[in-house]
């Protein structure tokens, strides 16, 4: 039995995204940040389905859960759900140029987003507003950057 490689800069580039999501940054700033763990963890689903997937997605969900400090299982649910769609069209999601995927990402992320709000709204009362949307913004302009440096690593470490 082949040993898989590149597992552990998989959990690198998570560990990465995680530091990210949790770095402090000025309040304006900070609304708009894009959720990186779920950008990475896009591009590993596209990249490589049979190794990071929902349960992937569920773990880092918790993770974030915890980083961030909302109700335990929210983000958990909200990335499952998006992999779990991902995953399931991945291989069209890879025959799209990097705008395109750009785009379809960036439906995902607003979605992603949504899904925080009603549950956020259903647990707290949270009410909604416009700046919600702004990560599925930011997210869709990071992405070409964040795919092109990710899959670089990948053909340069080998990764299958």
Same mark, same amino acid.
């Given at each position: ?10 959990y ?23 959720d ?18 929902v ?6 969900g ?5 980083l ?8 958990? /649910? !909200? +990335? ?8 399931? @069209?991945? #291989?069209?999601?890879? =025959? *799209? ?7 379809v990402?960036?439906?995902l /992320? !607003? +979605? ?8 956020? @709204?259903? #647990?707290?009362?949270? =009410? *909604? ?11 869709? /302009? ?14 340069q470490?080998?990764?299958?």
């Amino acid at each position: 039995m082949r040993k898989p490689q590149g597992l552990g800069f998989i959990y690198l580039s998570l560990l990465v995204a995680l530091l990210l999501t949790v770095m402090p940054m000025p309040q304006a700033v900070k609304l708009a940040r894009p959720d990186w763990a779920l950008l990475v963890l896009m591009y590993w689903t596209m990249a490589l389905p049979q190794r990071v997937g929902v349960i992937t997605a569920f773990f880092t969900g918790v993770i974030v859960d915890v980083l961030v400090g909302t109700v335990l299982g929210v983000n958990a /649910l !909200a +990335f499952s759900v998006v992999m779990f769609v991902l995953a399931q @069209h991945h #291989l069209k999601m890879r =025959n *799209f140029g990097v705008l395109q995927q750009s785009l379809v990402l960036g439906i995902l /992320l !607003a +979605f992603y987003q949504l899904q925080l709000f009603w549950l956020s @709204h259903f #647990l707290t009362g949270v =009410n *909604f507003r416009p700046q919600y949307l702004w990560p599925a913004l930011t997210g869709m /302009l990071v992405w070409p950057w964040l795919f092109w440096l990710l899959r670089r690593y990948r053909r340069q470490l080998k990764i299958q």
